[in-house]
């Protein structure tokens, strides 16, 4: 969960972000189907401990989550413009990030864009692994 809410720090102080999808068009795990587009859904695929030097302790303890960021959009400029917001945003950042000790935010993978043919909706996840320490 820490690694969600640095992504979802990262994204909703982010103004390119919330230019095309408001603060409140983001959303942790699923977009619900009636909101307004575009929007962003955060999801926590995993997390796995990373060996340390020395003995793991609370203070050095390394941990790595792959949090999924899904971008959803009516319009594919819009959704094109969303997902390149939403990216660099997100990478290279490190630091005390919503309370949290970052060593650094890595995109992963840019997963396939799907159209809806019955919307006309389009969806694309990315993914960001998140190296933290874990209390």
Known sequence: MDAEAVIRALLV????????????????????????LPAIATNTVSTVDLPTDGAATEANRLVRSRIEVTVVASDLVQHQQLMRAATNACRYQRGTLA??????????????????????VYTQPVDFFVTHREP
């Open 13 to 36: 102080a982010d103004s390119a972000v919330t230019a095309l999808a408001p603060v409140t068009r983001i959303y942790p795990s699923e977009i619900p189907e009636d909101a307004a």
């Open 99 to 120: 309370g949290v000790s970052v060593v650094l935010v890595e995109r992963d993978s840019v997963g396939v864009r799907r159209r809806d043919p019955d919307t006309g």
